[in-house]
């Protein structure tokens, strides 16, 4: 067992782990961590990474907005090979016919 001082830092307090912690733990100095509270103990957890999804990027760019579009990137011409022949492709379905098949 470890036992912590909670200090002042910044506006905010907060604990230090020592380096043998974050080791066993898993961790190091950057890295995201879960805390939650259960029955009036605090438990850290390193976060589990977010599974980004199609649905989860789609959903960012409606959030942000269209000022926020990266500007389109002139690649040159297709050339043979770099086509991509599929249905979504081809203009036979939308994003919203992929997302129902899901």
Do not use: C, H
């Not at 909670?6 to 879960?34: F, T, Y």
């Not at 959903?59 to 000022?67: V, W, Y």
């Not at 690649?75 to 249905?87: A, H, L, M, V």
């Amino acid at each position: 067992m470890t036992v912590l001082q909670v200090g002042k830092w910044g506006n905010s307090s907060g604990i230090r782990l020592s380096k043998a912690v974050l080791d066993e733990l898993g961790i190091k100095q950057g890295d995201s961590v879960q805390l939650t509270v259960k029955d009036g103990k605090a438990i850290i957890e390193p976060a589990k990474p977010k599974k980004i999804t199609l649905e989860w990027i789609i959903s960012e760019m409606d959030r942000l907005g269209p000022e926020n579009e990266p500007e389109l990137v002139d690649w040159g011409p297709d050339r043979p090979g770099e086509r991509i022949d599929d249905e979504y492709s081809r203009g036979e379905i939308t994003l919203d016919d992929i997302f129902k098949r899901r």
